[in-house]
Every structure is written in C-alpha cells, then in structure tokens.
C-alpha cells in the first residue's frame, strides 16, 4: 500500500524539514496542561496545611508524590513510545492524567490525605507520559539547528498553564478568608466539618480539566503526527536496548551534568512556588488565601514574561551566556527574599520567577543535543524527566529547614540550587561557541554542500 503523502519530510536522525503547524499547536498544548496540575498544586498545599493541620514538612508531600509519579514512569513510558510512538505516549499521558483527575472525586468523600496523595501520584504518571512523549516530540519538530527555541515556545504555554491553574484556584477554590485563622477559632467537630467542605471546592476546577482531556485525546486520536524516530539508510527505525543505552548514557559526562542540573533547577522551582504564598501568610497573618494567591498570580506573570524574553535572547545570543546571568539574577533576588522584612521579601519571591523562565526547556534541549547518536533518544529523554523528582526531594528539604529555622531563611535553599545551575552554564560555555546567527550561517553552508554532493 502507498504510504500517505504528508507536507514534511523526516530525516534520518528523526527531525523534520519544516514545522508542521497543527501537529505543533496540539503538542505545544500539553505544555499549558501539565502546568494547570503543577499549578493547582500550590493551591491544594494552601488548603491541604489548614484542613490536615500540617507541618510545613508534611505539605511537601504533595510535591513529592507528584514529582514521584514522574520519576518512577518516566522509563516505562519511553519504552512504551519505542514500542509504538509519540503519538501514543501521549494518548496514554491523557488518559493517565485524566484517570488521576477523577481519583480527586473519591478523595474528597473520604478527606483523608493520603488518598488525596494517590490521586496526585495517578495524575503525575499520566503527566510523565506527557512530558517524556511532548518535550522530546517538540525539539523533533522540524529542523535541528532549532530544537532549543522550538521547545522554549512550547514552554511559553507552560506559563500560560501556571496562570490558569492560579486563576482557577483563586476563584474556585479560595475564599476572602484565611483558611487557618478561620478553622482555629471554631470547635474541633465545626473545623473538621468546614474542612472537609473546603476539600470538595478542590474539586471544581478538575471537572474544567477533565472535559479539556477529553478533548485532547479525541483531537490526537485523528490527527496524523511524525514519528521522531532516527531511521537507517534503509528506511527502518534505529533501536537500542535498555541496557546498551544506559551504558551509552552513563559514559556521557556532559549528559550526566545535565540530569543533575536540571534535578537541582526543578527543586528550586517547586520550593520557591510552593513557599511563595505560605511565606505571604506566615508574613502577614491578615492577609486571606485570595490575598496570597494573588503573589502566584504575579510569579507565573513574571514568568511569562521571563520565558518570552528569554525565548528572544537565546535567538540572539549564546544560551549559556543567557541562562548563567539569568541564574545569578535569581541568586541575588532570593538574597532579597531571605534579607528583607517587609513585604519586599513576598515581592522578591515573586520577580525571582523572571530568572526561572528558559531554564528547564533550555537545559532539556542542551542536555538531550549531547545525545550525538539518536536511537537512544527517547530513553535519553524520558531519564531527563526523571530528574524532575528533584521537585519531591528538594521542596521537601526546604520544608524541614522552615519548620527548623523559619520560613523567611527557607529560601537559602533554592538561593544555593540556582547558583549550581549557573555553574553549570559555566561549565558548558566551552561547548557553545556559536551565536544562533553563526548557527544558521554554518547551516545554510553545509546545506549548499549537501547539494554540490548529491
């Protein structure tokens, strides 16, 4: 049978020739998807530490059954897309993640944490399948020379995610009252009953993600996408078994750097937006939660705006360059954060998020272009993933340093983390000679080359 004509051309080593825009938009999607969740997050740790009554070192579990989730399926789910394709890890990261939004139903009925726990755990899986499938799908998407802007666009939805999932909180899930403050002045039968009325506004906003998965997995199920994989001169796709490619990756010192980097970078992250409204309310007691939730809604703002900047400069710079000021920038804003007693310390965690935008998308795709032989790539990509269980690890950490020595210093944590991670931009400012203008030149030359061959 003759195979379908599509408007792309796959090469050999699995990228495209061009962009295919559709199939771009539909994946760049998924992007703001797993940023409502990681969102929505923050919020449910606002509620679940004034309903449970629990430690700042407790409320961190959240952050670490949902980083968990991604860590434990991350290789399941790469040998999945070997075994079949992108296209399918991500029909399954839908459902997954679906299945896991619903669990959110039976855990409000019962109100008890550790149940909310497993329906967060659900959720990261199918969010796993998601990220190993789009994040590597994404820089695959069309010449190679721009994987690393391609999949900062795509990151730009993320921020637009972490939006959404702040105005949903707001508004669905806070009231115009301190939750904590509030439930400490009732009995303990009327706390435990307001509390529990509390969990089940939880619930509205993954009824609106639930539908938006329905339609996601409807609209992937119809529609054609590439396949990413590198192919043999013969036409065949290239394989590797799970073995071979660990030991191929475990040899790879630049890709090692990578994965520790981008642990380290997560758990700055998550600790910083997981303590951001907490260090608001612990601040400034008046405030209320809709109070407080509006420092998130100015952190992912900045965000946005940070990965837009910074989608520009790495368009005109060396990226390395880019990422170690950004880093050092938010080394010194947290400085601000822990020094200040005043409400400029809320804002300093705030504006830090301006230095977090082009990070993760940029240490994935410089991690993953170190992987010079492309049919260990989607192992490759999924262990990338992996490190993202530095969101449980470190978060957690910063929780026993606030619950020890206050919530205001915890931020010495993600203070330290940041400055690892502009050593590593250091460390990899020998491997980035060109300018992205010096990129296209030499690609455009080898291209005229190809052609004087052929």
């Not at 935008?357 to 192992?379: A, C």
Request: glycine share 8%; hydrophobic share 50%; proline share 3%.
């Amino acid at each position: 049978m003759k195979a379908k004509k599509t408007p792309w051309v796959e090469q050999s080593d699995g990228y495209l020739d061009r962009t295919p825009v559709l199939q771009f938009i539909l994946v760049t999607i998924l992007f703001a998807m797993w940023a409502i969740s990681s969102s929505l997050n923050d919020i449910l740790i606002t509620q679940f530490k004034a309903v449970f009554n629990l430690s700042d070192l407790a409320t961190a579990f959240v952050q670490s059954a949902f980083y968990g989730g991604y860590f434990v399926i991350a290789i399941p789910a790469s040998l999945v897309i070997k075994k079949s394709s992108y296209k399918m890890g991500i029909i399954a990261g839908l459902a997954l993640f679906a299945l896991g939004c619903f669990l959110f139903f039976p855990a409000s009925g019962l109100a008890t944490y550790s149940m909310f726990l497993f329906a967060i755990f659900v959720e990261a899986i199918g969010l796993s399948f998601l990220e190993t499938s789009a994040e590597t799908f994404t820089t695959l998407m069309g010449p190679s020379r721009l994987s690393t802007v391609r999949l900062n666009v795509s990151q730009t939805m993320n921020a637009v995610g972490l939006l959404i999932g702040i105005v949903l909180g707001k508004y669905l899930v806070f009231q115009d009252e301190n939750l904590k403050t509030q439930m400490a002045k009732m009995t303990p039968a009327a706390a435990r009953a307001y509390g529990t009325a509390q969990l089940a506004r939880t619930l509205v906003p993954y009824k609106y993600v639930l539908i938006i998965l329905v339609v996601l997995i409807l609209a992937f199920a119809v529609t054609q996408f590439p396949s990413g994989r590198a192919k043999t001169t013969q036409g065949t796709v290239k394989s590797a078994s799970l073995g071979e490619t660990l030991n191929y990756l475990m040899h790879n010192r630049r890709y090692l750097g990578g994965i520790g980097s981008q642990f380290v970078y997560i758990g700055a992250q998550t600790g910083i937006w997981s303590f951001t409204m907490r260090l608001a309310l612990t601040m400034f007691p008046h405030f209320t939660d809709r109070d407080a939730s509006n420092f998130m809604l100015w952190s992912y703002g900045v965000f946005f705006v940070g990965r837009f900047l910074g989608s520009y400069l790495l368009s005109k710079f060396r990226e390395t360059r880019v990422l170690t000021v950004y880093m050092l920038l938010g080394v010194l804003t947290l400085i601000g954060t822990i020094t200040f007693h005043s409400i400029a310390a809320v804002w300093m965690a705030v504006v830090v998020s301006l230095f977090l935008g082009p990070g993760w998308p940029t240490i994935y795709s410089r991690t993953l272009e170190t992987v010079e032989d492309r049919k260990y790539t989607e192992t490759a990509g999924a262990i990338i993933v992996m490190s993202i269980v530095g969101g449980a690890v470190l978060p957690a950490l910063q929780g026993a340093v606030s619950d020890a020595m206050g919530m205001q210093f915890s931020f010495i944590l993600p203070a330290v983390e940041l400055f690892i991670v502009a050593l590593y931009f250091i460390s990899e400012m020998k491997h980035d000679k060109l300018t992205p203008k010096q990129k296209r030149e030499l690609a455009v030359e080898n291209a005229e080359k190809r052609q004087q061959t052929a």
